[in-house]
């Protein structure tokens, strides 16, 4: 039986905007799949990158589906200066 994704539309503005609503997300998602949609994403923070990641690794730890979907060019630019690989959410073998 498939379970279908749980979705968070991470809106980010800028780098300094508030994370509370996708940590409250994380904590309330359980064990159920989930989806992080980063279409209002301008500009991902590190502290950002660092909850994605650690969200990322627990997640795949309990088999369960984790996506971080419609990346802006922005997030995009973001990711590589912090030396991460934008497919590395596409990608299911990374973690």
Known sequence: MTTEAQTHLLDLPNAFSELTPLISFLDG???????????KVA???????????????QWRSEGLEFSVTNITEGCR???????????????????
Do not use: Y
């Open 29 to 39: 998602a359980g064990s159920q799949p989930i989806e992080i949609d980063c279409s």
């Open 43 to 57: 500009m991902l923070p590190s502290r950002c990158l660092q909850l994605l990641l650690g969200a990322e690794q």
């Open 77 to 95: 630019r973001a990711l590589s200066l912090m030396g991460v690989d934008a497919n590395r959410f596409e990608d299911k073998e990374t973690a």
